[in-house]
């Protein structure tokens, strides 16, 4: 069901399960953070953000100025970041980059399934190139493999 997440489908959404973010958003099944559609923002895509979006990043008002790109719109939501209070971009796990537009090996860009290097490693937030775990190894697409 879209609007729980975890083991079972035992957790309600940010939002609460018959509205999973507030219907401005795609619920997380894995771990229940919520992606918003263009135009909405906070933790669980209730507070209007900027509606100015670009077709490729995310916007988010700053000062009454929707300044700031943070995230890539990937079928109509933003995917790739959270956004802090103190107005800052950081990265989601399995993103990179200055704007978090950018998917580590083993995250398909198009609807963001898949595991960061694999799951067997961890993927560097500034360049994408995963380090991965003991006994693991990068393949040619730089992901992790046994």
Known sequence: DDGYWGTNCSSACLGGATT???NQGTCDQTDGSCYCDCGWTGDDCST???????????????????????????NDACMG????????????????GALCNN????????????????????????DGTCTCDECYSLDSDGSCVA
Do not use: M, R
Not at 103 to 126: L, R
């Open 103 to 126: 998917t580590c090996p083993g995250v398909e860009q198009d609807d963001n399934s898949g595991e960061a290097c694999g799951g067997y490693g961890e993927c560097d937030g500034d």
């Open 20 to 22: 999973p973010c507030n």
């Open 81 to 96: 970041h959270y956004y802090t209070a103190s107005d800052t971009c950081s990265c989601a796990d399995g993103w990179w």
């Open 48 to 74: 209007a953000g900027c509606s100015d979006c670009d077709g490729e990043f995310c916007l988010y008002a700053v000062s009454g100025s929707c300044s700031i790109k943070c995230g890539a719109i990937v």
